[in-house]
């Protein structure tokens, strides 16, 4: 069990750091996303039932609901992963000097900050910010685990959303930040979703 964890921790954070970094150039930034996301597709897939849902799907588009909500999960959550967070990442150590668009994130945190009276480029803005980011990638998968009857799954799939938050903290503020603030984040967010969703694919297959 613990090897398929540390496994899953291993692929995630090389995953999202291949997104992040100049590596593959060749591939185009939205292939990575897919190649992200699609590990955390396929393992939600199976373990909400659907072991062969791509071939299903091509067989059969009409197949069930579940298959439509699997492939609705794995759409939106592809174009979550496209999401910026770069006016976050920092948590609070600039005040996105750059001018970084927080669209669509910026919609949801900037009436909150306001309504609570949270300064933006705050360390608690950035990090309402990146908790927002992490858990629209993953909230998807959520929706599908809640809709096919395993909520304690749904709940562990919202956290790997939000632990991208502590992945970025971890990289900011403590010594691992000299191996580079960004690149430590980037491999701890895979490295925290892969892992959990990996507790997702032993808890619902075992």
């Not at 579940?66 to 609070?92: F, K």
């Not at 304690?152 to 191996?179: C, D, H, N, V």
Request: net charge neutral.
């Amino acid at each position: 069990m613990i090897i398929y964890l540390l496994l899953f921790a291993f692929v995630g954070a090389f995953m999202y750091r291949l997104r992040g970094a100049p590596w593959l150039d060749f591939l185009f930034r939205p292939i990575k996303q897919v190649l992200y996301v699609s590990g955390l597709w396929i393992t939600a897939d199976i373990s909400a039932g659907s072991p062969y849902i791509v071939l299903e799907a091509l067989a059969n588009p009409f197949w069930d609901g579940t298959l439509y909500l699997a492939d609705i999960a794995g759409v939106l959550s592809v174009g979550a992963v496209c999401l910026g967070h770069g006016a976050y990442m920092d948590l609070g150590s600039t005040e996105n000097p750059e001018h970084i668009d927080e669209r669509p994130v910026g919609w949801i945190l900037r009436p909150f900050a306001r309504l609570v009276d949270i300064a933006p480029g705050s360390f608690l803005y950035d990090a309402i910010g990146l908790t927002i980011n992490g858990i629209l990638m993953t909230l998807p998968f959520s929706i599908l685990f809640w809709a096919t009857g395993h909520t304690i799954a749904g709940f562990i799939a919202l956290a790997a959303g939000a632990s991208k938050t502590l992945a970025y903290l971890i990289g900011r503020r403590t010594p691992l930040r000299r191996f580079g603030a960004t690149e430590v984040g980037e491999y701890l967010t895979g490295a925290f979703q892969w892992g959990l969703f990996g507790i997702i694919f032993i808890m619902l297959t075992a």
